[in-house]
């Protein structure tokens, strides 16, 4: 685990996190782990099967799993989405999906960029970590790509990490097309859970999602603590 500094604006504060947070779904730490931490020390959003964190109280941080049944009809969805899918799944019937094209991400992250401005250093370590962990759907209309779904494959869980895509086509719903598509695939295969991750969202909510508070560590002084919102931590007095 590779930790990084981050600046309290405002102040000549700082803690240490999770280098890749932004990139993966969910930390984890062990005990071992937090022997070595560096101080102080703050990481959010970690799994809420890990033993070790406080659990939060954000709404924005919890959890949005569904658990697959053996068919897409069984999932117990929000009877609006349910008539929504059938509307987007005639919008798309001429779209063609590949698995895995090669260059995927490199072809599509254009569409990604024009809307998040992430820095290069930043977007760099996206695309290594995403490259190496994770699958992808290419969406094809008449020829032209116009969607790259992205998700990752641990164990028996699928994680969703997004959809790049060309806003010309918004009227299609290509990314909800894609997400129904790549949940099928994840019931076919036999996983038990697709992970659409934190998030208030109201379009993750209304697939009958569980969900679960996430945990966050942190080890602060109450001056930091206090500038964060933190009221669970452990307390240091000195930086």
């Known amino acids: 685990m590779e930790f990084i500094k981050v600046k309290i604006e405002g102040t000549k504060l700082f803690y240490w996190t999770w280098r890749d947070l932004p990139f993966l779904p969910y930390a984890w730490l062990t005990k071992e782990d937090l022997k070595k931490l560096p101080k102080p020390f703050f990481l959010p959003e970690i799994h809420p099967d890990c ?9 924005d941080e919890y959890t949005n799993i569904i658990e697959l049944p053996d068919s897409f009809d069984k999932i117990k969805m929000d009877n609006d989405l349910r008539k929504d899918l059938r509307r987007v799944e005639k919008k798309n019937a001429d779209v063609k999906i590949v698995l895995n094209e090669e260059g995927a991400l490199d072809k599509s992250n254009k569409w990604f960029l024009s809307l998040w401005k992430e820095s290069k250093k930043d977007f760099a370590r996206r695309l290594e970590l995403w490259k190496q962990k994770c699958y992808t759907l290419s969406a094809y209309l008449e020829g ?8 990752m494959q641990e164990k028996n869980s699928i994680y969703y990490f997004g959809c790049w ?10 990314p909800i097309f894609l997400l129904k598509k790549d949940i099928e695939r994840a019931i076919d295969n036999k996983m038990k ?20 508070p996430t945990k966050y560590y942190a080890v ?20």
């Open 51 to 59: 033993t070790v964190g406080f659990k939060t109280d954000n709404k």
């Open 144 to 151: 032209e790509l116009i969607a790259v779904h992205i998700a």
């Open 165 to 174: 895509w060309n806003r010309k086509y918004k009227n299609t719903s290509i």
């Open 193 to 212: 859970y697709y992970d659409l991750e934190i998030g208030d969202e109201l379009y993750k909510k209304k697939w009958g999602v569980i969900e679960k």
């Open 220 to 239: 602060l002084t109450k001056e930091i603590a206090e500038i964060l919102g933190i009221e669970k931590y452990v307390k240091i007095n000195y930086l």
